[in-house]
């Protein structure tokens, strides 16, 4: 089984490139955390970087993060997933674990194409984690397996 790269502040990132981000996707992950830690933006350099690595998908995530528009949504019992707030105005959910989205370009760009690495919403999600501006919602554990039940209902 993969195991985990713990590193704080993210959730989980496998070191299973099989089922996971790139090193080089994880390493420039980890660069804009400890840049935006230490001077609260993001060097010009790492947003190319950005742009090089993601693709099409760099800027309309930031766009998504500079909107706060990614929630952490977390019940008592610890489990957690991410909700993003797309710009058509949908509410996507995100499983930062697995890097996995409810969105129609996850299945058709990441999933079937094999085009791109993730989609923006989760790339939101990575960046709101490394910039701090993930906002926080707790709800309890009923609450929780309603929201991921919901998303379940809606694609099947």
Do not use: M, W
Request: proline share 6%.
């Amino acid at each position: 089984p993969p195991t985990a790269v713990l590193i704080p502040g993210f959730d989980c990132i496998s070191d299973d490139l099989g089922t996971t981000l790139p090193a080089v996707a994880e390493e420039l992950l980890r660069e804009i955390k400890k840049a935006f830690q230490e001077t609260a933006q993001v060097p010009d350099e790492l947003l190319l970087a950005l742009k090089f690595v993601f693709g099409p998908i760099a800027v309309p995530a930031l766009d998504l993060v500079d909107q706060r528009s990614v929630t952490r949504v977390v019940s008592p019992s610890g489990r957690a997933a991410y909700q993003v707030l797309g710009s058509s105005g949908r509410l996507y959910t995100c499983y930062a674990a697995c890097h996995f989205c409810t969105c129609p370009a996850f299945a058709f760009s990441v999933l079937r194409k094999a085009d791109s690495l993730l989609c923006k919403h989760i790339l939101a999600v990575y960046l709101s984690q490394a910039t701090g501006a993930c906002q926080e919602q707790t709800v309890s554990d009923q609450q929780l397996a309603n929201i991921l039940l919901a998303e379940e209902d809606e694609d099947g």
